[in-house]
């Protein structure tokens, strides 16, 4: 049933992949919101004012604005799962649970749960030819989409019906691949605890500006304001040449960064993430990965 594309545009139509890199934890008590809003950067209270099955990109920071992971909040009836990369879940549960006092919430890893995304231009009429749109929360990862949270024990039915729609099942290692290609950093590839939101390029998508306080929002908001970034992860167009490998250093006249990602092309070239020096990640500007020019196609969003 898997069917690997070669590139994105051959799922550019409909793919579906489990997220299984992703554990959820969910929160339950009559505070979860307001609290949930206090330590991730997006939007969480506007989320639930929404109907039906809705979803959101956040980060969750440390005081001094470093990401410890970046997650995907989904409610649906009573329930509020954020879903951040398996490898943080339990040190992020730990860190979560210090902020716990006198707030009604508790939050747990729920092991009993799958996510699906369907991304293309035709998930909606996928979704909805399996049966499936009221459970779907509207969700951009890659090319515009949608999210479905569901049991363990119905997850293979639900990929059936939704490939049986039409959507091109591919292998969650696929996903990262698909993401390079269209400008879309990784957590633990391209970004990690160590970077800033606005290094890996997530404040368009997973900050809001307008809401109340929230961890690490100190820095956030003074980059954005009054200071900048030193580095800034960018999509490069590589030209043809010798395999570019991972970690491979970024070039001008001097080392400006390194490659986070690559994706190899069958003539040769490349399509890569890097993370590079901010007076360097301009479109269209030139620098070098090993022997091969490359250039700045894109930053990363």
């Not at 329930?79 to 707030?103: C, F, K, N």
């Not at 100190?218 to 980059?223: D, I, N, P």
């Amino acid at each position: 049933m898997i069917q690997r594309p070669a590139s994105l545009e051959t799922a550019k139509a409909s793919a579906v992949a489990y997220l299984d890199d992703r554990a959820c934890i969910a929160l339950t008590g009559e505070d979860r919101v307001r609290w949930l809003n206090g330590v991730l950067t997006n939007d969480v209270a506007a989320l639930a004012n929404g109907k039906g099955p809705r979803a959101q990109y956040a980060c969750a920071l440390t005081e001094k604005g470093k990401i410890i992971a970046d997650a995907i909040v989904v409610m649906f009836d009573d329930a509020l799962h954020v879903w951040v990369p398996a490898r943080t879940a339990p040190g992020l549960l730990s860190h979560w649970e210090r902020y716990v006092i006198m707030d009604d919430v508790e939050i747990a890893l729920d092991t009993d749960r799958r996510l699906l995304m369907v991304q293309g231009g035709s998930a909606a009429k996928v979704v909805d030819g399996a049966m499936l749109a009221a459970r779907a929360a509207s969700y951009d990862d890659l090319l515009g989409g949608v999210l479905l949270d569901v049991a363990s024990g119905e997850a293979e039915e639900v990929l059936r019906r939704l490939v049986s729609a039409g959507a091109i099942a591919i292998e969650p290692g696929d996903v990262h691949t698909l993401r390079v290609e269209a400008g879309r950093a990784t957590f633990g590839f391209d970004f990690d605890e160590k970077s800033l939101v606005q290094e890996a390029g997530l404040e368009g998508r997973a900050v809001s500006f307008s809401k109340g306080c929230y961890h690490g929002q100190e820095v956030v908001c003074m980059l954005e304001n009054r200071g900048h970034v030193n580095k800034r992860l960018v999509q490069l167009q590589v030209s043809a040449g010798a395999p570019v490998q991972v970690g491979a250093e970024v070039t001008t006249d001097a080392p400006v960064g390194k490659v986070t990602s690559v994706v190899p092309r069958d003539d040769g070239s490349a399509i890569a993430l890097a993370l590079i020096k901010l007076a360097h990640a301009k479109p269209d500007a030139v620098v070098r990965v090993g022997d091969r020019e490359a250039r700045v196609q894109a930053l990363t969003t």
